[in-house]
């Protein structure tokens, strides 16, 4: 059969690279998680955490910015489960400096969500994320209290606050709204999951 006879049905849909990147991500990141794990116990830096506090002392000022970088990008790509960084942040820093870092990266991530957003719009949500949970989403900015829906679902540490952001972003919402938002409601998240989940962690860690 020749090229100019081959049926339309016939023609495979190209793949976007994209999407298979973002549905391949969490077993990338759960890769990576996994191969620092191995070599944190071949090392001897996760066999106490008083080990792997002096580890990261050793870093000096690259721990905490590799650690804001790596959890802005996890916000914005989600390779790395979020929710796992912002637990990581009390334990590798302490509960205070730990939640200062994540409320910057996370803050930082969630601006960022938004700007995307509203200048390339729902074509690239749909690719990162699932439709469906797209769509059952975008059923919120259908109503007139959306503002108020976002803005409790951002306080809560149940939301995938993510895809949220990027939502919002795609709404006649202000920026300023925005980022009194994420400022204001972001905190109690990070403080109800970081500090809460990851207390309740180390009473089962052999630490």
């Known amino acids: ?113 938004f700007l995307i957003a509203r200048h390339v719009g729902l074509s690239l949500i749909e690719r990162l994320f699932r439709p469906r949970t797209v769509e059952k989403f975008l059923g919120w900015t259908r109503s007139p209290h959306f503002t108020r829906a976002f803005a409790t679902a951002i306080a809560l540490p149940i939301a995938p606050d993510d895809l949220l952001c990027y939502i919002a972003g795609t709404t006649k919402m202000r920026w300023r709204t925005y980022v009194w938002i994420i400022l204001l409601c972001k905190p109690w998240a990070l403080i109800a999951y970081g500090l809460g989940v990851s207390a309740l962690v180390m009473r089962f860690l052999p630490w």
């Open 1 to 113: 059969m020749r090229p100019s006879q081959v049926r339309p049905s016939q023609v495979r849909p190209r793949r976007d690279p994209l999407r298979i990147a973002a549905q391949l991500s969490p077993l990338l990141g759960l890769g990576l998680s996994v191969g620092l794990i191995w070599w944190g116990l071949q090392t001897g830096v996760l066999q106490s955490l008083e080990n792997l506090q002096a580890f990261i002392d050793t870093l000096g000022a690259w721990g905490p910015i590799v650690f804001m970088v790596v959890s802005v990008a996890s916000v914005v790509f989600p390779i790395v489960p979020g929710g796992l960084l912002v637990l990581a942040g009390p334990v590798l820093f302490g509960a205070v400096e730990g939640t200062l870092y994540n409320y910057a990266a996370v803050t930082a991530g969630s601006m960022l969500n």
